[in-house]
């Protein structure tokens, strides 16, 4: 059914589709017995896969990775996937449009995307505005379970991504992290930095240690001061040096980083089919995600959880379309996996096909 759906919505703008499968989804997911059977339909009954990561407890390993949902406008559908935590972001101080478009482009022999959105978002302000009704619509939510006396399935994780704006020199990046952090630490449940997208100008310098420790020391810092801190992890780029994987590795000792989300999308196109090269030189400039950039993450997986001793929880995203793609992540060392580009190539049903055969 959804290799039907699939097809009928890449006949549209990549961007435009997003927008329109996920617009469509929320309107059924309105009408409340068709909400209840569509999450019948696609959330993991194995309550077996319930893992506590981070000092959070999340109903399944299978999250949705930064960039699907930037704004925060379709938990309640992601929720009703069985997704066991979703990353909202990546979020900046001010709104900003992102890049020109067009900015997100298929690949579908390699079932990958290329995209240069450029931290489109339309500010944290708006977004931990949305963010409190979530908060307000779960506890609403708890409730009415509550009085019906039903299961407590636990609810939805949500990690908060977070970055700089484009106009933003790197000098001044700790200040609209600081922003961030400042402004959504009551509505979401753990911190991502973001430092690792290739398409806003001159970012990754920022995984140098030097600007690392400034950001993340500073973070630390403040996070310390709450009575009760929020856990802090960092997102890095699959195109790093083994000596700049060494540098996070002895950074995250020295400042208690919580975790490593592993990795971003990559600037290479090594690993394209002869057919996706050419259409990916007319597309440019911007990272890839899909099935060719599974073996870079896994091995830059795979590296840092060597460098760190296995100290430092890691959620692995990049390539993860099947069981077997998330198991080889927890074996190479992952405590939870992101889905995002696998998610637009198989469909709703892709958690609980994962969390399946995990189980298995």
Not at 57 to 63: D, E, Q, W
Not at 271 to 285: I, T, V
Request: aromatic share 8%; glycine share 10%.
């Amino acid at each position: 059914m959804y290799s039907l759906i699939r097809k009928c919505l890449f006949f549209f703008d990549a961007e435009r589709a997003h927008y329109l499968s996920m617009n469509s989804l929320r309107f059924i997911c309105s009408i409340p017995p068709i909400k209840k059977i569509i999450g019948a339909a696609f959330t993991p009954k194995e309550t077996s896969l319930e893992t506590k990561q981070f000092g959070l407890s999340f109903k399944n390993p299978v999250g949705l990775g930064a960039g699907f949902d930037k704004n925060a406008a379709y938990l309640r559908e992601l929720e009703t996937l069985g997704f066991g935590f979703v990353e909202i972001g990546t979020v900046t101080p001010l709104p900003q449009a992102g890049n020109e478009k067009p900015r997100l482009f298929r690949l579908p022999a390699d079932k990958a995307l290329i995209n240069r959105m450029g931290f489109n978002n339309e500010g944290v302000k708006v977004i931990r505005e949305r963010l409190e009704r979530w908060k307000e619509y779960n506890k609403g939510k708890g409730m009415r379970d509550k009085g019906r006396g039903t299961r407590d399935e636990g609810k939805m994780i949500i990690g908060g991504n977070i970055g700089k704006n484009k106009v933003t020199p790197n000098e001044d990046a700790w200040k609209d992290y600081e922003i961030c952090f400042n402004a959504l630490f009551d509505v979401v449940d753990y911190f991502v930095v973001n430092v690792s997208s290739p398409n806003t100008p001159g970012l990754r310098a920022l995984q140098d240690k030097d600007s690392l420790l400034k950001i993340l020391g500073n973070l630390q810092e403040n996070n310390s001061k709450r009575p009760q801190p929020k856990p802090i992890l960092l997102k890095i780029a699959p195109d790093l040096t083994d000596g700049q994987l060494q540098d996070i590795a002895d950074l995250a000792a020295e400042i208690k980083l919580d975790g490593i989300v592993s990795s971003n999308t990559t600037i290479s196109r090594e690993n394209l089919s002869e057919a996706s090269k050419d259409q990916a030189e007319k597309f440019g400039m911007g990272g890839l995600s899909g099935k060719p950039l599974k073996t870079a993450s896994d091995n830059i997986l795979e590296k840092i959880t060597r460098l760190t001793d296995g100290k430092v929880p890691v959620i692995a995203s990049g390539g993860i379309f099947t069981g077997k793609d998330a198991a080889d992540k927890f074996n190479r060392g992952a405590v939870l996996v992101q889905v995002w580009t696998g998610f637009i190539y198989e469909g709703p049903g892709i958690v609980k096909k994962i969390c399946k055969a995990i189980k298995a």
